[in-house]
């Protein structure tokens, strides 16, 4: 079954920093990856989907990889600010007996200090 | 505006108590799926509909039930609510199953049986 990790579970950054933020998962076989966003007890805010063909995904200050091989993607954020403070989630789809869902890594939070 | 709806958002209910949570998409979205967030566990699906010929159980589906007698609805049931059941519910659709596609959230409801 299809195991997603986010590493580290929690992070602080000083205003303006550039971070990366990890994701790994132990079945290649996947179809994509999608990022999520969450704020304190609010939805899922999807950021990227990128497909299993692809390397690279980008939308605005967000930059997104995925290497399938090694079972890693990363979000890039550049110049982060205060309201980039969230918990961002990672998830990849799984298809197995008979079944079909996302799977969730248990996500990293995110504080950007002003 | 293409989005997922729920409701309620907010439930307070005793054990036992029969309710209903609803979920819309006005996407023509022929997937759907229920997912509960609990603290350290992170996301798991409860049940997912592939159309409306086809429900089938996700990871935890023991106290719900579901029903998808049209496309746009997938209402959650709970028969008979008891406190292990407190968690923040998801709602979420996609154009299609079988993992290519981005899946897209409701904004969640807050539910705590007493």
């Known amino acids: 079954k299809q195991e997603v990790t986010q590493i580290p579970a929690a992070l602080s950054v000083p205003e303006g920093e550039n971070l990366v933020l990890n994701c790994s998962f132990t079945?290649?076989?996947?179809?994509?990856l999608q990022w999520f966003r969450q704020d304190p007890g609010k939805g899922l805010t999807s950021l990227l989907l990128?497909?299993?063909?692809?390397r690279e995904q980008t939308s605005g200050r967000l930059n997104a990889s995925l290497d399938k091989s090694s079972g890693r993607s990363t979000l890039y954020i550049a110049a982060s600010q205060p309201g980039d403070s969230a918990t961002y989630l990672c998830?990849?789809?799984?298809?197995?007996?008979?079944?079909?869902?996302?799977?969730f890594g248990k996500g990293t939070k995110l504080s950007v200090i002003p | 505006e293409a989005q997922v709806t729920q409701n309620p958002r907010y439930l307070i209910t005793v054990t036992g108590k029969k309710l209903t949570v609803t979920c819309s998409q006005n996407?023509?979205?022929?997937?759907m799926s229920w997912y509960r967030q609990d603290p350290g566990l992170g996301l798991r699906q409860i049940y997912y509909?592939?159309?409306?010929?086809?429900?089938d159980k996700g990871d935890v589906p023991e106290g719900y039930k579901v029903s998808r007698k049209e496309k746009r609805n997938f209402p959650l049931i709970l028969e008979s609510p008891s406190p292990n059941q407190t968690s923040l519910y998801f709602c979420?659709?996609?154009?299609?199953?079988?993992?290519?596609?981005?899946?897209?959230f409701g904004p969640g409801t807050r539910l705590t049986v007493t």
């Open positions: 996407m023509n979205h022929e997937y």
């Open positions: 998830a990849v789809p799984y298809s197995g007996a008979g079944s079909y869902q996302l799977t």
């Open positions: 079945d290649s076989a996947i179809y994509n």
């Open positions: 509909s592939m159309n409306v010929e086809v429900t």
């Open positions: 979420a659709s996609s154009p299609a199953g079988g993992g290519t596609y981005e899946q897209y």
């Open positions: 990128i497909q299993s063909s692809q």
